[in-house]
Antibody, heavy 120, light 108 residues
Framework: QVQLVQSGAEVKKPGSSVKVSCKTS????????ISWVRQAPGQGLEWMGG????????GYPQKFKGRVTISADKSTSTSYMELSSLTYDDTAVYYC?????????????WGQGTAVTVSS | EIVLTQSPGTLSLSPGERATLSCRAS???????LAWYQQKPGQAPRLLIY???SRATGIPDRFSGSGSGTDFTLTISRLEPEDFAVYYC?????????FGQGTKLEIK
């Protein structure tokens, strides 16, 4: 049984950074791609990028390039998402999600979500 | 970027009725690479359908998906009380992988 467990809620000031963790149990972490998806309050879902731990390095949509860094620690089966230069618009719930084993980027297992609030 | 437009925004139906949700892509690059998710308040999304028409593990057969190219449909044949939620489509044929804005299925 695959489970993704995320770190707890965060409150950050504008201009600062946040780093959220996602620990995977079950499955094969190194070869399973992990993506991050966020959801602003009352809004839809937005893909932020992903990583395949065995290869390292993240892939990001243009909107987030230069501001988000996704990493993975194979020794602890944990993925991290760091978002810098926070603004109020970054207030959202951040989810990690496992990419299906086929390699196609749809998501069959999700973390419980981490609420990030940007407030002065 | 492929934009997905879902309709209607809100669908009001009663248990036992049939629900039909639509997802239209701005370009045909997604092929059949479309997924549907269900999300309930305070919960993470749950994968229902992938490949436009394949049910994910454990999903009841009252959920079905169809379509290809730019027009896709999620059908719930007979609504159960637990089906009232928000539904999102997602294309994974071309990066960036994008979601629709959601359809809220509410009890009439």
């Amino acid at each position: 049984q695959v489970q993704l467990v995320q770190s707890g809620a965060e409150v950050k000031k504008p201009g600062s950074s946040v780093k959220v963790s996602c620990k995977t149990s079950g499955g094969t972490f190194s070869t399973s791609a992990i993506s991050w998806v966020r959801q602003a309050p009352g809004q839809g879902l937005e893909w932020m990028g992903g990583i395949i731990p065995i290869f390292g390095g993240g892939g990001y949509p243009q909107k987030f390039k230069g501001r988000v860094t996704i990493s993975a620690d194979k020794s602890t089966s944990t993925s991290y998402m760091e978002l810098s230069s926070l603004t109020y618009d970054d207030t959202a719930v951040y989810y990690c999600a496992r990419v299906h084993s086929s390699g196609w980027f749809y998501f069959d297992y999700w973390g419980q979500g981490t609420a990030v609030t940007v407030s002065s | 970027e492929i934009v997905l437009t879902q309709s209607p925004g809100t669908l009001s139906l009663s248990p036992g009725e049939r629900a039909t949700l639509s997802c239209r892509a701005s370009q045909s690059g997604s092929g059949s690479n479309l997924a549907w998710y269900q999300q309930k308040p305070g919960q993470a999304p749950r994968l229902l359908i992938y490949g436009a028409s394949s049910r994910a593990t454990g999903i009841p057969d009252r959920f079905s998906g169809s379509g290809s190219g730019t027009d896709f449909t999620l059908t719930i044949s007979r609504l159960e009380p637990e089906d009232f939620a928000v539904y999102y489509c997602q294309q994974y044929g071309r990066s960036p992988y994008t979601f629709g804005q959601g359809t809220k299925l509410e009890i009439k």
